[in-house]
């Protein structure tokens, strides 16, 4: 609905999708009907557009005219405005035929010298080809490039191990067709028809388990998509590339899996298979079977090991101190009047409610997505400073509420006209101050009319996630930017503070939407690819000892039928049970200790360059590595400990009656 070449001229306007618009007013007509956004800009709707798709990663479902915003707050988004940035306003330019991304940057080089004659920052610009934002996590991207390379390594581990496994099963199982491929080959069968034959049937299984596989995750992929807050589908029909390598995928499969056992079976020799001498010697050297035992204990320590990294650096941000409090603080958007004197009254009412300990004023928590960074002055010096600095809007409440430390000098006074200000430690060492004491008294100027005199230093506290370092901040009381309360409470009696909250907010703004949400909560947020990682991590992890366990299990299982009559003379000769144990124990203690060899190396490497996405971060101590290490060791022994110890307490009489 609406024209588009005059829906969005004109101030206090929007735009809104359909979904948006079907939930505020029904099926009633909603051009020209009003909404407020943020509970700070009421706008006329104007235009109703078509659901975006949910696979978009434009998740906005309303669009507000730029003359609006351009009203609302000059300082940021008139046309000659330099001082800052804001996340919500981005610029998207369509490049004319034949032009490329480089010769735009390139022509960027002079922008700044040119409407920014008289600053002394560096600037270099740079265009973000919309078609690499949905892998760049800093432009609200699914999910980083890296993190979907990792993903599909572990798949492909996933496959090689499932191979081995047939491999290896299917070598051990091998001498019970010795007959079978003794009268093949004697009634005229060649080797190489003996192997087609082979790889047919590898191939019919593959087809069966891929077949299996698609129904499997057709009828998963809801709750995965619940539990990893996705939308993926599986439409064979439509997706083409899908078509495409599932069939390829089962080929590959089958020949991974399938030419080395073709090959041992094919190549038996016809009158040693009929006579039935064929041992475990037969089929292939030894040495490749351990290979492939090393391989999937190889696999099974690199998984384990990222999951017990991801775990303990998840666990880090959690429990690390950030400098500030988190807990029991819940964040309400304010009304649209934030600078006037009702929401000075409100503050008061919340902090009045029994269980409440503290309210502040606030543009954000100390820890936020929603930044406000800007260049500084600092007290005489004639040029800015070369460094952006994050600017806090908060009232005389905001460092209490929050627990902030001061090291130096007060927090400043209340009062809403009151030019004062608190910066943290980080900006004291970027002005190369000696001491936090010296600050004290300087003015700070930002936005190139307010003048704030420095009155405390405060102990430096994490502001955004553990992924960046601490910024330069600067704590003022700038009322116009009040945009949250921030309520400190006392847990205990969160179940009569939270309904007190909505009663009071909707008394005092009756026509605002009530919206809360808890501090943690919000920086939890920070680390969300982190936590879908994990979640992946261990699902991966778990199939993989899972499928790890099953081939161990058989290949121990035809070890024991093999050396059965050879356990039953050790028994008699006097061995004891710890000794035959020790037979199957050294000989994967021996490949446990080679894939721990082979695969710590390589752990250390991958863990190491994924920590660097962090700047604060846990160090890869050798525990880590000791305790992947008893982790598989504990598998292997609980794999192979039954069919060990059943063939150790075995009654040898038994297996030595055929003798």
Not at 161 to 179: D, E, G, H, P, Y
Request: with cysteine; net charge positive.
């Amino acid at each position: 609905h609406g024209d588009k070449n005059t829906m969005l001229t004109e101030p206090n306007t929007a735009i809104v999708t359909e979904r948006i618009a079907h939930k505020y007013f029904g099926n009633e007509e909603p051009i020209g009907k009003t909404i407020w956004f943020d509970n700070r800009l009421e706008c006329r709707i104007t235009g109703v557009l078509k659901d975006l798709p949910v696979n978009t990663d434009e998740k906005a479902n309303i669009f507000i005219s730029w003359p609006t915003i351009r009203g609302f707050n000059s300082w940021i988004a008139s046309d000659g405005a330099w001082n800052g940035m804001e996340s919500e306003l981005q610029c998207f330019t369509r490049l004319r035929p034949g032009v490329n991304q480089a010769t735009v940057e390139k022509a960027l080089v002079g922008f700044a010298a040119k409407y920014r004659p008289k600053n002394k920052n560096v600037h270099v610009y740079k265009l973000q080809p919309l078609s690499e934002v949905h892998f760049d996590a800093r432009y609200g991207g699914a999910m980083e490039k890296s993190n979907l390379w990792i993903i599909s390594i572990i798949g492909v581990f996933l496959i090689i191990t499932a191979c081995v496994n047939f491999i290896n099963l299917a070598t051990a199982q091998a001498l019970r067709r010795s007959k079978e491929v003794g009268i093949r080959r004697v009634l005229g069968s060649l080797k190489g028809q003996l192997f087609w034959q082979f790889i047919a049937e590898t191939g019919v299984i593959t087809l069966l388990a891929a077949s299996l596989a698609v129904v499997l995750a057709t009828l998963i992929l809801p709750t995965f998509n619940d539990w990893f807050h996705a939308s993926m589908s599986i439409e064979l029909t439509k997706d083409g590339l899908l078509l495409l390598f599932i069939p390829l995928l089962i080929v590959l499969v089958t020949f991974l899996a399938g030419a080395y056992p073709g090959l041992i079976l094919s190549g038996f020799r016809p009158a040693t298979a009929l006579k039935g001498r064929l041992s475990i010697q037969h089929l292939g050297s030894f040495n490749i079977r351990r290979a492939l035992i090393v391989t999937q204990f190889t696999i099974s320590f690199l998984l384990i090991m990222g999951m017990l990294v991801i775990t303990r650096q998840m666990q880090y941000t959690r429990q690390k101190d950030l400098g500030f409090d988190k807990d029991a603080i819940v964040m309400l958007p304010l009304g649209a009047d934030s600078a006037g004197l009702a929401t000075k009254t409100a503050a008061q009412r919340l902090a009045a409610i029994p269980g409440v300990e503290k309210v502040t004023r606030c543009y954000a928590a100390p820890s936020s997505d929603n930044t406000w960074g800007t260049i500084i002055k600092f007290d005489t010096r004639s040029e800015a400073e070369v460094f952006r600095t994050s600017i806090k809007a908060g009232d005389d409440q905001y460092i209490p509420t929050f627990g902030l430390h001061l090291v130096a000098g007060r927090n400043f006074f209340p009062g809403d006209s009151t030019r004062e200000c608190v910066v943290n430690e980080t900006l004291v060492k970027k002005l190369q101050l000696r001491s936090p004491e010296e600050a004290l008294g300087k003015n700070i100027n930002f936005n190139g009319e307010t003048n704030v005199m420095i009155v405390g230093v405060a102990k430096d506290f994490h502001d955004r996630s553990l992924h960046e370092d601490i910024t330069p901040i600067c704590i003022t009381n700038y009322t116009s930017q009040y945009m949250a309360y921030a309520v400190k409470m006392n847990m205990k009696n969160i179940r009569t503070v939270m309904p007190a909250l909505e009663k009071t907010w909707n008394s005092a703004f009756p026509s605002k939407l009530y919206e809360y949400q808890f501090l943690d909560d919000s920086i939890a947020g920070f680390y969300e690819q982190e936590s879908t990682m994990l979640k992946l991590v261990r699902v991966f992890s778990f199939l993989a000892i899972f499928i790890g366990c099953l081939g161990l299990y058989g290949l121990v299982a035809f070890m024991v039928a093999n050396k059965t009559k050879e356990i039953g003379i050790r028994k008699v000769l006097g061995s004891s049970v710890a000794e035959i144990l020790w037979i199957f124990g050294k000989e994967f203690s021996r490949l446990i200790v080679i894939a721990f060899l082979i695969a710590a190396p390589a752990t250390w490497f991958l863990m190491d360059r994924w920590l660097r996405n962090f700047k604060y971060h846990i160090s890869l101590g050798p525990w880590l590595f000791v305790l992947g290490l008893l982790i598989i060791a504990g598998i292997a022994a609980c794999t192979i400990g039954y069919q060990s110890i059943r063939a150790a307490l075995a009654n040898p009489v038994k297996s030595l009656r055929t003798e």
